[in-house]
């Protein structure tokens, strides 16, 4: 019913910058929370940022500072704009949502995630 679509990965060379898109789109009614996780092999996901229906963030001590992220309702997409990259910020990067979408006549609620999309950042 709801689908997350990603964009903006690539190489980038450490102390530059990418911006990371994620479109939500499907029978959506409305999204809470929106946010960005990465992983790399071998390791758990872990949390980049969040950002609420109200513009509330918050971020990972290791990127506070450094990345950005921001929301546009009217378009349901969330960015990351990552500045100073570094090579540990290497990873894929998915987009999450809480979203709450129409089902026939109800409303459901559901946690989505995108299909990824890699950053490599070279030394």
């Given at each position: 019913q709801v689908q997350l679509v990603e964009s903006g990965g690539g190489l980038v060379q450490a102390g530059g910058s990418l911006r990371l898109s994620c479109a939500a789109s499907g029978s959506?009614?409305?999204?809470n929370a929106m946010g960005w996780y990465r992983q790399v092999p071998g390791k758990q996901r872990e949390l980049v940022a969040t950002i609420t229906d109200g513009s509330h963030t918050?971020?990972?001590?290791?990127?506070?500072?450094?990345f950005t992220i921001?929301?546009?309702?009217?378009k349901n997409?969330?960015?990351l704009q990552m500045n100073s990259l570094k090579?540990?910020?290497?990873?894929?990067?998915?987009c999450n949502?809480?979203?709450?979408?129409?089902s026939g006549?109800?409303?459901?609620?559901?946690?989505?995630?995108g299909q990824?999309?890699?950053?490599?950042?070279?030394?």
């Amino acid at each position: 019913q709801v689908q997350l679509v990603e964009s903006g990965g690539g190489l980038v060379q450490a102390g530059g910058s990418l911006r990371l898109s994620c479109a939500a789109s499907g029978s959506i009614f409305s999204i809470n929370a929106m946010g960005w996780y990465r992983q790399v092999p071998g390791k758990q996901r872990e949390l980049v940022a969040t950002i609420t229906d109200g513009s509330h963030t918050n971020y990972a001590a290791s990127v506070k500072g450094r990345f950005t992220i921001s929301r546009d309702n009217a378009k349901n997409t969330v960015y990351l704009q990552m500045n100073s990259l570094k090579p540990e910020d290497t990873a894929v990067y998915y987009c999450n949502a809480d979203v709450k979408y129409y089902s026939g006549s109800y409303y459901r609620d559901g946690n989505y995630w995108g299909q990824g999309t890699q950053v490599t950042v070279s030394s």
